[in-house]
């Protein structure tokens, strides 16, 4: 099965932020080799979670809008205003 544009744009963001907390992870462990201070590596840390969180929130809204049938134009506007608000929050 083939993906829409907008499924392939989600799988690309999907993808982008898992790549960039798998830089920010490499980038700890040298952090941690160069033995820099806990402070440092904790706030490290942190932004790989929330960006892990956010890569979450995004594969969880594709699968909503792929298995969610809306009927009306409108209401797909309104769930696609209700996803991204999900996606801002936390």
């Not at 099965?1 to 700890?28: N, P, Y």
């Amino acid at each position: 099965m083939s993906q829409t544009d907008e499924e392939q744009i989600a799988s690309k963001k999907i993808t982008s932020q898992i790549k960039r907390s798998r830089g920010q992870l490499d980038g700890i462990l040298h952090m941690m080799e160069e033995e820099r201070p806990c402070d440092d590596v904790l706030v490290q840390l942190s932004a790989v979670k929330s960006g892990v969180d956010k890569a979450m929130k995004l594969v969880i809204a594709q699968n909503i809008r792929k298995n969610v049938n809306c009927v009306d134009e409108q209401e797909l506007k309104n769930l696609q205003g209700s996803l991204d608000l999900m996606l801002k929050t936390k």
